[in-house]
T-cell receptor, first 115, second 110 residues
Framework: AQTVTQSQPEMSVQEAETVTLSCTYD???????LFWYKQPPSRQMILVIR??????QNATENRFSVNFQKAAKSFSLKISDSQLGDAAMYFC????????????FGQGTRLTINP | DGGITQSPKYLFRKEGQNVTLSCEQN?????MYWYRQDPGQGLRLIYY???????QKGDIAEGYSVSREKKESFPLTVTSAQKNPTAFYLC?????????FGQGTRLTVV
């Protein structure tokens, strides 16, 4: 079974600084997707960024970028120029490309932004 | 506007009672999912459905039941057999690569 592990329950960063959230996963599949979701206090799940496993290039969305290391099964999220609105729970998630395609989530990292 | 609607936002239930959480989507998505979220934990899959009239158990299906009679609707029933039902419940639907989430239902057993 696929598993996703986030080893940092909490992280904090100064406003305007850069922070990196870690995620590792375990799978025997070769084709899959990886995601980072943001859950603010409203509890609405918001997709931050997506990475296809077959792509070597790391995904980037404005201030958010990932470091995808397929061999190491590592998928970290870097937030540059942190803003107060970035404060939230961040979840790493995995989904196989074939089969049931259910999302498997990590335990989450609570990110605090210090003004 | 298109989206996923969960209702109610807050739900209170007495011990021993069944309760049904609603999830409706107008996105024309085939796949729908129910997740449970406990404090400080990630989302755990309860049930999922990839097509009308078909659904499968997820990782924590015990004490829950679902139906998928219409493409737009995927209600979740929390039965009295669920030992610890107090949690936040999220419904999602999927189209191609992306999943879309509802705003959730907070269920409290009193």
């Amino acid at each position: 079974a696929q598993t996703v592990t986030q080893s940092q329950p909490e992280m904090s960063v100064q406003e305007a600084e850069t922070v990196t959230l870690s995620c590792t996963y375990d799978t025997s599949e070769s084709d899959y997707y990886l995601f980072w979701y943001k859950q603010p206090p409203s509890r609405q799940m918001i997709l931050v960024i997506r990475q296809e496993a077959y792509k070597q290039q790391n995904a980037t969305e404005n201030r958010f970028s990932v470091n995808f290391q397929k061999a190491a099964k590592s998928f970290s999220l870097k937030i540059s120029d942190s803003q107060l609105g970035d404060a939230a729970m961040y979840f790493c998630a995995y989904r196989a490309q074939q089969g049931a395609q259910k999302l498997v989530f990590g335990q989450g990292t609570r990110l605090t932004i210090n003004p | 506007d298109g989206g996923i609607t969960q209702s109610p936002k807050y739900l209170f239930r007495k011990e021993g009672q069944n309760v049904t959480l609603s999830c409706e989507q107008n996105l024309n998505h085939d796949a729908m999912y129910w997740y449970r979220q406990d404090p400080g934990q990630g989302l755990r899959l309860i049930y999922y459905s990839q097509i009308v009239n078909d659904f499968q158990k997820g990782d924590i299906a015990e004490g829950y039941s679902v139906s998928r009679e219409k493409k737009e609707s995927f209600p979740l029933t929390v039965t009295s057999a669920q030992k610890n039902p107090t949690a936040f419940y999220l419904c999602a639907s999927k189209y191609r690569r992306e999943a879309f989430f509802g705003q959730g239902t907070r269920l409290t057993v009193v």
